[in-house]
């Protein structure tokens, strides 16, 4: 993987530039995190280190080094602890499984703001373009999740086209009628299956999918994959969206969510959509229009929709997808945002999230895997076509 030289990102985006490769230490700063609360199940169960309560286990470690440490859920309003601690935070840690939505406005506000690190894979809940504008640097723990998702991808991929959501509730129901559920039911051996985005996610679900016997695996993104990669797993590239989710029998989206993929999935995209289509996102939400989506499995034009992420979370009580079913009666496959929290994912990013504070605190370099922004531009290729910003290579790694 190409990589380009990436200067030390230590104290660096709004100090004069006589401080910028200062390699002493700094102290006394403060930390924001926000971060879920994990209630009873967090006391009992320490390695829920993404909470409120075990607080990425990174309490006694800041103290000792002489930072303020403040971690809290709350995060919505003028007055949550988010919008009034930011306003002299010199550095903010966020979750994608409960995001402090980090606005233009705020950052506007938040003059001490330096460095954004997201505890996970997914900076969309900061606005990017204005961490460009105000040198604020957004860093994710790239990598840290993305066997996590795949695996929960080809695990939603196959409850939906194996119809097992309603056959499992027929159990607890106490019901027996098989051919209710067998009505619905499919091999994924011998189907079409197609991946929005081929980086780290949607690689790997393409390398899980191969011992399926899949009839094709198809991608659409803009980063071709490299030759050898495309090769391993037998993946054919369709440049054309329309006639990429045509070609689907089922399609799974891993792609960042940015300008260029809110709402990629609305009502004019899904027509072009293989009638009896299975959809999975576990990327982001807001990428698929949410009453598009809740209409086409109404209708039975997608026979299911599966997932974890939500286009605002945590997601109200009455959010359609929450409940919506195709005309069998199942197609559902919502769970909360958890796929990428798991108890090994959540060790990965709590460790690199330490990383990353200990390359600042000590003006290291960081992995360039792992800046979206830097100083001032996009290093990430992954987050929209800025040609012009951008630097870094394609975001397929297998590392
Ligand atoms: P990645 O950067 O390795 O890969 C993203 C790929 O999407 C890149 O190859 C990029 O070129 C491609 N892409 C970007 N815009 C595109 C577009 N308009 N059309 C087609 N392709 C496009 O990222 P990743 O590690 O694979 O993660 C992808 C996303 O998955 C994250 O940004 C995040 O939103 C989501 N995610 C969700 C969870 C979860 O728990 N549900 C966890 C981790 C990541």
């Not at 030390?8 to 910028?20: D, F, G, Q, T």
Request: proline share 5%.
């Amino acid at each position: 993987m190409l990589r380009s030289a990436i200067r030390p990102l230590a104290a660096v985006s709004r100090k004069p530039a006589s401080s910028m490769f200062s390699t002493t230490p700094k102290r006394d700063m403060k930390i924001l995190a926000i971060l879920y609360d994990g209630g009873k199940a967090a006391e009992q169960e320490p390695r829920l280190l993404g909470t409120t309560e075990n607080k990425l286990g990174l309490s006694e470690w800041l103290k000792s080094q002489g930072h303020e440490y403040i971690v809290s859920s709350d995060k919505e309003g003028p007055n949550s602890v988010f919008q009034k601690e930011l306003k002299d935070a010199e550095v903010l840690i966020t979750t994608p499984f409960h995001p402090g939505y980090l606005t233009k406005d705020l950052m506007d506000k938040a003059k001490n703001l330096k460095l954004c690190v997201t505890a996970g894979v997914g900076s969309d809940h900061i606005d990017l373009n204005a961490a460009v504008d105000n040198k604020v640097q957004v860093l994710e723990v790239t990598g840290s999740n993305v066997t996590s998702v795949a695996e929960h991808v080809v695990m939603s991929i196959l409850l939906l086209v194996r119809n097992f959501v309603p056959a499992h509730e027929m159990i607890e129901r106490g019901d027996w009628q098989v051919s209710e559920v067998a009505r619905n039911a499919f091999d994924l051996e011998g189907k079409v299956v197609g991946t929005i985005g081929a980086g780290r996610i949607g690689y790997r679900v393409l390398q899980r999918l191969v011992p399926f016997g899949v009839k094709e695996l198809l991608y659409y993104d803009y980063n071709p994959l490299p030759e050898h990669a495309a090769k391993e797993v037998g993946a054919r590239r369709v440049e054309d969206l329309k006639d990429f989710v045509s070609q689907c029998d089922v399609v799974t989206v891993n792609t960042p969510l940015h300008e260029g993929t809110r709402g990629l999935i609305n009502a004019d995209l899904l027509k072009h959509f293989k009638k009896g289509a299975w959809l999975v996102n576990t990327a982001r939400g807001a990428i698929c229009d949410k009453d598009a989506v809740a209409q086409a499995v109404k209708s039975g034009h997608l026979n299911g929709y599966a997932g974890d992420v939500w286009n605002v979370q945590p997601a109200p009580k009455d959010h359609i997808w929450r409940t919506m079913k195709n005309p069998l009666g199942g197609g559902n496959g919502m769970v909360p945002h958890y796929s990428g929290t798991t108890l090994d994912a959540q060790a990965r990013y709590a460790n690199g999230v330490r990383s990353i504070l200990e390359n600042y605190f000590a003006g290291k370099p960081q992995d360039p895997a792992n800046i979206i922004v830097g100083i001032g531009k996009y290093e990430s290729k992954a987050y929209g076509q800025r040609e012009d910003k951008q630097k870094t290579s394609h975001g397929f790694s297998k590392s």
